[in-house]
């Protein structure tokens, strides 16, 4: 129970710290403004979306009616995933603040280039989804596309702006963030490299979660599954991926050799789905049935197996450092120290006496 309240003590403390600090607060501020103006846009497109479609029935769809629902489907998915990212985003956001982590931070600047990229895919895609429901007669109103353009434009100039800004933050909490790490760590390079690994690892732990959740989200919905048993086992992937990657995370920390063994040939598994995926897409019979979220599949698709490479790599380099004396830094509570203590005193460097004065022979 003691150790319960000493961690809910820290947590509270460590969240305080984020709007006390200057850049921290600054980067928090931001990235909640971002989330905040980017989902009130894309929920203000989904509600036209939703009022102005009419309800139609098996005959009115006629010989449309699977592409129709797809479309219908298409919409709601990008604009449900884009205002998952954000809430994900922040809740990274504040993760990497409380922690310190300036890995995580230079992470999330990169996720925003991938949710600018999604964003302006968005566009092209829910312009030809409502292009094709209003040839299928499915809107009530003809104008939807003119009224959401330009939220939908905004958003992937919001998101570019806003990248420019976090990015420039990012090099300032970076230097903020170093002195703590020296504290925590210590001066000696070696395990400070063994740090960086190892934050890098578990940054990466954190994308990879988003991106496999939201190609999974967007295949069940918008493409669903040729036979119940293949939509099932996409279904089930979502709690054992979560699984894995909690169990990743642990075997780094407590550093298990076997357990990260198997991790590592799970990773090799979900590489191997995702390029199977990827292929399927664009198979000339099967790429039929991916059409509507094409781009955005293939744009997930490939992050994600970017992302698990860079996953197995770091993971590797992690189970290379076990033994060396991280764990016992990683486990142990942090100790704030004061600069005094970490530099050198210059009381304990010997000197030899010089003579006052020079003397000619």
């Given at each position: ?233 996409t279904a089930i992937a979502i709690p054992v991926t979560i699984i894995i990657l909690l169990c990743a995370a642990w075997f780094t920390r407590r550093e298990w050799k076997f357990g990260m063994v198997v991790v590592m040939i799970l990773y090799l598994g979900g590489l191997s789905y995702f390029i199977y995926k990827l292929a399927r ?81």
């Open positions: 129970m003691a150790s319960k309240s000493k961690r809910t003590s820290s947590l509270a403390k460590s969240t305080g710290e984020i709007f006390t600090r200057k850049w921290p607060r600054l980067f928090f501020i931001v990235a909640a403004l971002q989330a905040i103006i980017c989902i009130a846009f894309e929920s203000y497109t989904f509600a036209q979306f939703q009022n102005g479609l009419k309800d139609m029935s098996d005959d009115d769809w006629g010989a449309h009616k699977d592409d129709g629902e797809a479309q219908l489907k298409t919409i709601p998915t990008f604009l449900g995933l884009l205002m998952l990212g954000f809430i994900y985003d922040i809740v990274l956001v504040w993760d990497a603040l409380r922690m310190k982590n300036t890995i995580q931070i230079i992470g999330l600047c990169i996720a925003n280039l991938a949710f600018l990229v999604y964003s302006a895919l968005q566009i092209d895609q829910i312009r030809e989804a409502i292009a094709i429901l209003i040839g299928f007669n499915a809107f009530n109103n003809l104008n939807i596309w003119p009224e959401v353009q330009g939220e939908l434009i905004a958003i992937p100039c919001i998101i570019s702006l806003v990248s420019v800004i976090l990015s420039f933050i990012a090099w300032k909490l970076y230097q903020e963030f170093a002195w703590d790490i020296l504290k925590h760590i210590g001066a000696d390079y070696r395990m400070k490299k063994r740090f960086l690994h190892y934050q890098v690892y578990i940054a990466l732990l954190k994308f990879d979660f988003f991106f496999f959740v939201g190609f999974t989200i967007q295949f069940l919905v918008v493409v669903g599954g040729k036979t119940t048993t293949e939509f099932i086992l897409i664009y198979d000339p019979y099967e790429g039929q049935f991916y059409a509507p979220v094409r781009k955005s599949l293939t744009a997930f698709a490939v992050l994600t197996i970017i992302l698990i490479i860079l996953t197995i790599i770091n993971g590797m380099v992690c189970m290379f450092n076990f033994g060396a004396g991280l764990k016992q830094h990683l486990l142990s509570p942090r100790q704030e120290i004061d600069k005094d203590q970490a530099s050198y005193s210059m009381h304990d460097v010997k000197q030899t006496q010089l003579p006052s004065r020079m003397t000619i022979d």
